[in-house]
Every structure is written in structure tokens, then in C-alpha cells.
């Protein structure tokens, strides 16, 4: 029986292979985005798949975020005579963080384990080895017009989602907590500057390419038949959404640092 | 002129020159393992202009592999491959894309995309190039008309019998005129008379194209089909040869324990000593 001191180094090598392979895969990826040929029609497909397929949860994620926040935000602030706050406390709340992360890991649910699954699928029925037996790349065909449009359009899902967060807050504050629509909408809008928009709106473009990355990833090192795929499809949800924690840390910090000085 | 482009040119310009000059695949001392005990060993063949060879073998001893070694979908931990006189082994998975074209490659189960149309599945590669879409339908018919499969033509593959994904397949691997054809086990899993409906195409492909091929098979009736028949063009079928005829370039290779234990003529199969083979043709 090994020691267990073997079975960690062991577990230790597997985790730098990986990571080492996941480099080189995004390496490639990010290559690949200059090299002829371009799929052009996959992209456009791929974005209507992951962009116009996930707006629905993300309109509802992002009115129902706002709507909690504004009625949580009003209930705290009115103890201290401070309601009017409101607009600008849900819109800073929702542009710099929740909408990006929040829509992160909505789209991440949908279509990480989405792209693993349905490559995971080609890979065990032999279909990627047919693509690259035709003389296409498959890493071109398949994985570059996913991460472009997953970057693309989760940028501007998050734009969607700022907005209806923004709305949900609104609609709480007037219908609910009676307050005055216009003094909702000022607040909001005089509380941000640019450094809240440009950390707000940097976030999704590491998040898509984490999500669509991992997902492909995932999806073209899956071994073991329809079991596999399953695991694949777990794996890239589980690590895709870690890792989109993980990152928002790193570059709120970042942002932080770089705007503020913090 | 991209890069993609420009390795089509090159290959097409030396394409002719190769052919006549080398063997269309040579192995040389291949070897190959997955952790664990190799898969192949130190096997060593040849495929000439104009032969079809049928690779023979229990199941699991490494067949695939051999046909995804030949056009480099794997590579071999040592020895040398080489493709229409090209060194392989150690070939950028760029430059082998644009050789690979000029491979047609038939999988065990079809390997269909089963996203896309039969039209596009068989017409695949002429998109990849982008001819025109006349060019394509034109094409894709002659192919599937091939195939006697014409009616599939807007179908999916997932409206189609195994049978039927088999032929598509054979379709979409002959549509380019390739120079070299690899069948994985094209009959494996199919009833009697889908698997002679295949045989015959294999051997319709052989006789009217004489297009080099590398055939993996396990099942003993098919491949002695293949040896003593031919296509007979004027009554559109496959015919059995006159007694005691066989096709001289149908040859035939056994895989053993990982070792290619035989290569040879039709003939010198059936009267081997080896126990193995002996045991396999009983």
C-alpha cells in the first residue's frame, strides 16, 4: 500500500500536468485567434448559442440581485435616516461586482458545461479525430469561436445585467419602499466614475475566458465513454465557477490598486 | 496566400513526385504503449501504389491504433512512420492537417458529425476549402450515388441505420479522390448483408479506383471476400473471381500480442504454421 506521502506527490504532479496542459491549451486558444482559417460563421453561431440563449437567466438574475439589494440596502439605510442612498448603493453593489459574477456563474452553469459536454461527446464518438483526419484543426473550428464569442457576449450580458439590476433596485425602492424614482435614479448615477465602470466591465472579459477555456478544456480531455462526458461536464461547472471567484479577488485587487492606489 | 493555403499548394506540387518515388506508407520499427505494456512493438510494414492491405487480429490488440498511427492522429513513442515518402513521426500537427487531406479515413462507427446534414458531413472537406456550393451538391451526389445513398442527401445522421452511417462514411472519405484509404473496421457490429453491401463498396472503390488502402478487420469472411472478388463494372456488382483466382494486391497483415506476426500473400496465410494464425483461421 503507497504511503500517503506518495499519493501527494503523486496528486501533486497530476495538478502541475494539468495546469501545465490547461496553459498550453489556452496558449494555443489565444494563437489560433490570428491564424487563417477563421470561422467567422461558427463565432456568430456560438455567440447566438451563449449570448442570446443565456439572456433570459441573466435578466432575471440581475433584476431579482438589484431587487434583494435595494430591498435589503433600504431596510439598513432608512435605520440611519439614510434611504436616499439607495440608488447608489445597489448600482456601485451591482456594476462592480454582482452583475459581473453573478452573470459569470449563470453563464457558466449554462454553457461550461455545455461546451464540455458536447466536445466531450465528439471526443468519445471519434468525431474530433474525424475532424482532424479531414485536415481541420479542431482547437480552430470547435475552440477559438467559443472563447471569442464567450468573451464577447459575456461582456455584454453584464451590461444587461447592470442595467435590469439597476431596474430591479428601482422598482423596489418606488413600488416598495416608496421613494422617489428620479432621487433613486440620481443617486445611482452621481455615485459612479469611471474606475467602476472600467473594473465592472474588465471582470467579464477574464470571466468569459475562464468559462469558455475550462469548458473546451474539459471537454476535449474527456476519456472514459459517456461516463466520462458526465465528469467532464461536473468538472468544468466545479472549476470554471471556482476559478471565477478566485479571479474576482485577484482583480478587484488589482483594480483596486490600479485606480485607487489602494 | 495564408499559411493553410500555401501547405495545400506545396503538398499538391510534390504530391505526384512522392507517389511514384516511395511506398504510399512505410513503418518502420514502430512501438507505442499507454501505461502500461506497449500496444505495438516494433512493427514494421509497407502499403505499395495500388494495394489494399487488411490488417487482421483479435479485438483489442492495437488495430485501431496502427490506422490512427498512419495518419498521425497518434504518435509512436519510437520507430518511424512515413506518409506518401513524408517522416511523420514527429510532424507538426499543422503540416499533418494538410497531409491528412489527401487521406480518406473510414471509423468504426462512422464518426459522423451529428450536428450536420449528410450533404455536409460528406461534402466536409470541399467547405473547409470553400469551393462553391454547386460545386459541393455536385459532388456530394456523385459521392453518395457511389454509395447508392443519394436519397440521404438533407437527412441526419441520426435518422440514419449503422448501415447507412457506414456508407455516408465511406462517402465522405472517397469524395476528395484520396490517395490513400483506411477502413477501421467497417463491417464490425452490422447484420450479413449490410456488411457484403460494404464489402462491395470497398471492393468497387479498390477495383474502379485502384486507391491504395489499409483495411482493419477482424472478421475472417470478410477479408477472403475481399481477396477473391472483384468488381465487375458491366453488371454493377461484386463477383466472385475464377477458381483458384485471387486478387494479387489484396495482401494480408496479423496482429499478435502487439507484434505484427505476419505479412504476406492470401495464399501463404492460409497455409502459415503459425499456431496463432493456425488458431484465428480455424
Do not use: C, W, Y
Given at each position: 500500500m503507497p504511503l500517503p506521502i506518495e499519493n501527494l506527490d503523486k496528486l501533486a504532479k497530476k495538478l502541475m500536468l494539468s495546469l501545465q496542459d490547461y496553459s498550453l491549451f489556452c496558449w494555443q486558444t489565444i494563437s489560433n485567434?490570428?491564424?487563417?482559417?477563421?470561422y467567422w460563421g461558427d463565432v456568430m453561431t456560438q455567440a447566438d448559442l451563449i449570448g442570446v440563449g443565456s439572456l433570459p437567466i441573466v435578466v432575471l438574475t440581475g433584476f431579482f440581485t438589484g431587487a434583494v439589494l435595494a430591498l435589503q440596502s433600504a431596510a439598513s439605510l432608512a435605520q440611519f435616516g439614510a434611504q436616499a442612498y439607495t440608488g447608489q448603493f445597489v448600482s456601485l453593489s451591482m456594476i462592480r461586482e454582482l452583475a459581473p459574477v453573478l452573470t459569470g456563474l449563470m453563464v457558466s452553469g449554462r454553457n461550461a458545461s455545455g461546451m464540455a459536454s458536447e466536445l466531450g461527446s465528439m471526443v468519445v464518438t471519434e468525431q474530433i479525430d474525424a475532424m482532424r483526419a479531414l485536415g481541420t484543426d479542431p482547437m480552430k473550428k470547435l475552440v477559438t469561436p467559443r472563447v471569442l464569442s464567450t468573451v464577447i457576449m459575456l461582456f455584454l450580458l453584464t451590461i444587461v445585467s447592470d442595467t435590469v439590476g439597476t431596474a430591479g433596485g428601482a422598482a423596489v425602492a418606488v413600488?416598495?419602499?416608496?421613494?422617489?424614482g428620479t432621487q433613486y435614479f440620481t443617486s445611482a448615477y452621481h455615485a459612479l466614475v469611471y474606475a467602476d465602470i472600467a473594473q465592472g466591465l474588465t471582470k467579464p472579459l477574464f470571466f468569459g475566458f475562464i468559462i469558455s477555456t475550462v469548458g473546451c478544456y474539459f471537454g476535449m480531455k474527456t476519456t472514459g465513454g459517456t461516463q466520462g462526458v458526465g465528469r467532464a461536464t461536473t468538472q468544468a461547472v466545479v472549476v470554471s465557477s471556482v476559478l471565477i471567484i478566485f479571479s474576482d479577488f485577484i482583480l478587484s485587487r488589482a483594480m483596486l490598486w490600479l485606480y485607487s492606489g489602494i | 496566400m495564408d499559411d493553410y493555403t500555401e501547405e495545400y499548394t506545396k503538398l499538391d506540387l510534390t504530391k505526384t513526385a512522392n507517389l511514384a518515388k516511395d511506398a504510399v506508407v512505410r513503418f518502420e520499427n514502430v512501438s507505442i504503449a499507454f501505461?502500461?505494456?506497449?500496444?505495438?512493438?516494433?512493427v514494421s510494414f509497407e502499403v505499395a501504389a495500388g494495394e489494399t492491405r487488411i490488417l487482421l487480429g483479435?479485438?483489442?490488440?492495437?488495430k485501431s491504433v496502427l490506422l490512427k498511427l498512419t495518419n498521425g492522429l497518434l504518435c509512436p513513442d519510437a520507430g518511424s512512420i512515413y506518409l506518401f515518402g513524408q517522416?511523420?513521426?514527429?510532424?507538426p500537427e499543422k503540416q499533418l492537417f494538410a497531409l491528412r487531406t489527401r487521406t480518406g479515413m473510414v471509423f468504426q462507427e462512422g464518426a459522423?458529425?451529428?450536428?450536420?446534414?449528410v450533404r455536409d458531413n460528406v461534402g466536409y472537406q470541399l467547405m473547409e476549402r470553400l469551393l462553391p456550393a454547386e460545386e459541393i451538391d455536385q459532388r456530394v451526389h456523385e459521392a453518395l450515388r457511389f454509395v447508392e445513398?443519394?436519397?440521404?442527401?438533407?437527412?441526419?445522421?441520426?435518422?440514419?441505420?449503422g448501415g447507412m452511417r457506414r456508407r455516408v462514411a465511406i462517402a465522405r472519405a472517397i469524395i476528395d479522390q484520396p490517395d490513400l484509404l483506411i477502413y477501421d473496421?467497417?463491417?464490425?457490429?452490422?447484420d450479413p448483408v449490410t456488411s457484403t453491401t460494404i464489402n462491395e463498396l470497398i471492393v468497387k472503390e479498390r477495383d474502379v479506383y485502384k486507391t491504395p488502402a489499409l483495411l482493419v478487420t477482424h472478421r475472417l469472411q470478410d477479408a477472403f471476400t475481399m481477396a477473391t472478388h472483384t468488381y465487375d463494372s458491366a453488371q454493377s456488382k461484386m463477383v466472385p473471381l475464377p477458381?483458384?483466382?485471387?486478387?494479387?494486391?489484396t495482401t494480408f497483415l496479423v496482429l499478435h500480442e502487439g507484434k505484427l506476426i505476419f505479412d504476406g500473400t492470401t495464399q501463404d496465410l492460409v497455409v502459415s504454421n503459425d499456431p496463432f494464425i493456425k488458431e484465428f483461421l480455424a
Open positions: 485567434v490570428g491564424r487563417a482559417p477563421h413600488l416598495i419602499s416608496k421613494q422617489n | 501505461d502500461g505494456p506497449p500496444v505495438l512493438e516494433n483479435p479485438a483489442g490488440v492495437g517522416e511523420i513521426s514527429h510532424l459522423l458529425f451529428d450536428s450536420l446534414t445513398l443519394d436519397h440521404t442527401f438533407s437527412m441526419l445522421p441520426s435518422s440514419l441505420s473496421s467497417p463491417t464490425g457490429g452490422l477458381e483458384g483466382q485471387i486478387n494479387t494486391n
